[in-house]
């Protein structure tokens, strides 16, 4: 059973549309993270969201939302696209914050055309 | 906030050793080590949560200098399969987590 999973895989669409990336983890575990990875491999932290409590980076652009329905899914949902979105976003969760292995999801590929 | 790495790309025969460095701004309570290789996610390799404390499995062990805020990761007869990219990353009380800024590291035979 895949721990920490994402769709889709891969995203292609076209700039000013709005897009959702799914998330789900069945490990229990109480934080969830979304992190985007650029072309240069950075890895920047977008939102943590652990007990209801939602920390975001206020560098993310409000165009990006994440939506949380239970403990075990957190959705992104990014409206208006821009060129500049296209990366490789991940989730990832932990059983708490700081201190827990993180465990990831396998990462959606988003090209904004 | 992003922690800093060094090198910041490193090239190695297999057999050889490597160290690559995390450095902070900010007082580090624990320290996270991550591998991601090429085309997939980072994988966890050892959280340091004490100044002082060092870890290691197999020949891979870091090291955690909480007083200068720096984590050193050792990586000893290197294999092909250590290629990927290195990343440090922590958590500062009151603060999201940040990774560091990444090493790629590439075996060669």
């Known amino acids: 059973d895949t721990a920490v999973s994402q769709t889709p895989k891969y995203l292609v669409t076209q700039m000013g549309n709005d897009k959702s990336i799914k998330c789900e983890q069945n490990?229990?575990?109480?934080?969830m993270y979304w992190y985007k990875q650029d072309s240069k491999k950075f890895l920047k932290i977008m939102f943590s969201?652990?007990?209801?409590?939602?920390?975001i980076n206020e560098t993310v652009p409000n165009r990006f939302s994440p939506k949380s329905p239970d403990k075990a899914h957190l959705n992104l949902h990014i409206n208006s696209l821009e060129l500049g979105d296209s990366a490789v976003y991940f989730c990832?969760?932990?059983?708490?914050?700081?201190?827990?292995?993180?465990?990831f999801g396998p990462g959606t590929r988003l090209l904004v055309l | 906030q992003q922690p800093v790495q060094s090198p910041q790309a490193v090239i190695l025969r297999e057999g050889e050793d490597a160290v690559i460095n995390c450095s902070s701004s900010k007082a580090l309570y624990s320290v996270h080590w991550y591998r991601q290789k090429h085309g997939e996610a980072p994988v966890f390799l050892m959280i340091l949560l004490k100044g002082g404390e060092q870890k290691g499995h197999d020949k891979i062990s870091a090291s955690f200098n909480e007083k200068k805020q720096q984590s050193s990761l050792y990586l000893t007869a290197s294999q092909l399969s250590y290629s990927g990219t290195y990343f440090c990353g922590t958590e500062p009380p009151g603060n999201q987590f940040y990774f560091g800024t990444g090493t790629s590291l590439t075996v060669i035979p």
């Open positions: 969201y652990n007990n209801k409590e939602l920390i």
């Open positions: 990832a969760s932990s059983l708490q914050s700081g201190v827990e292995t993180q465990y």
């Open positions: 490990l229990g575990h109480d934080t």
